[in-house]
């Protein structure tokens, strides 16, 4: 595949992810959105549901994750892309690690909690990792989220 | 409560957290189990269930921590201490860390996934955290189980 061809791909399935973090919005959960791609095919979407079920470990990934192994039959996502809207955080990036999914792209950066400050080695030695792919539309849907909460 | 008393509950609190990794082993799972306890009661009870379920995520500590917060109503447990006979991992250090846990207590080291080497912030700064209870018999249960699957 091209590099235009991937950057066309990372933005379509960003924008799907997206749609998922506005879902959250919509629901007042902090809005982080993730899918997981597989050949060509989204096999999972969610989005952060940490309010909605009281459950701090019910982010966006690890949904995603749990949804994409279940879909799969298989708890390994080697040959997976997850899409995130925000850097994933420590225990979302050791959960990533564990899957030993193959690629990882995410919008903005989350400079407080993400795993690249905490956790650098969290991921699978081999995962590809992009960042800042659509990441004023992600960061802009957090900051406006945190605005209305001030 | 006195030291020796502290002790002495850690100690029985841990072997509860065996009997779940004993499950566990019983199951042909790696076998680690992890309680919560909140004002002297035990609130939460799991082992790892990565096999039977598929699921990268489903980790004894992961699982703790949704059932704690289930059964208290909200999702953090600053109250709460969790027992669990392996160190925890980086994801598992991320949810604790998310959690707001006021207490841990593990039983042995994991030298190559254990989160103090990868993510040693991970926990909330405020956090007490303990290693070593019972260290011989949560580390010979790990031992026994990969030499069966040599």
New interface residues.
């Given amino acids: 595949m091209s590099t235009e061809e991937t950057v066309k791909k990372d933005i379509y399935y960003m924008q799907r992810a997206l749609d998922e973090a506005k879902q959250a919005y919509k629901e007042g959960e902090i809005p982080i959105g993730a899918i997981v791609v597989c050949k060509n095919k989204i096999i999972a979407r969610a989005h952060n549901l940490?309010?909605t079920l009281?459950?701090?470990?019910a982010h966006a990934e690890?949904q995603a994750?749990?949804i994409a192994?279940?879909e799969l039959?298989?708890?390994?996502l080697e040959d997976c892309t997850l899409y995130v809207t925000v850097e994933p955080?420590?225990?979302?990036?050791?959960?990533l690690?564990?899957?030993q999914i193959k690629r990882v792209v995410f919008g903005c950066l989350d400079e407080k909690r993400g795993y690249h400050e905490?956790?650098p080695?969290?991921l699978h030695p081999k995962a590809n990792v992009i960042g800042g792919v659509l990441d004023s539309e992600c960061k802009a849907l957090m900051q406006r989220f945190f605005k209305e909460r001030r």
């Fill in positions: 940490t309010e009281h459950d701090v470990t690890m994750i749990t192994a279940n039959g298989g708890k390994y955080c420590i225990m979302c990036a050791g959960a690690g564990w899957s905490y956790a080695k969290a």
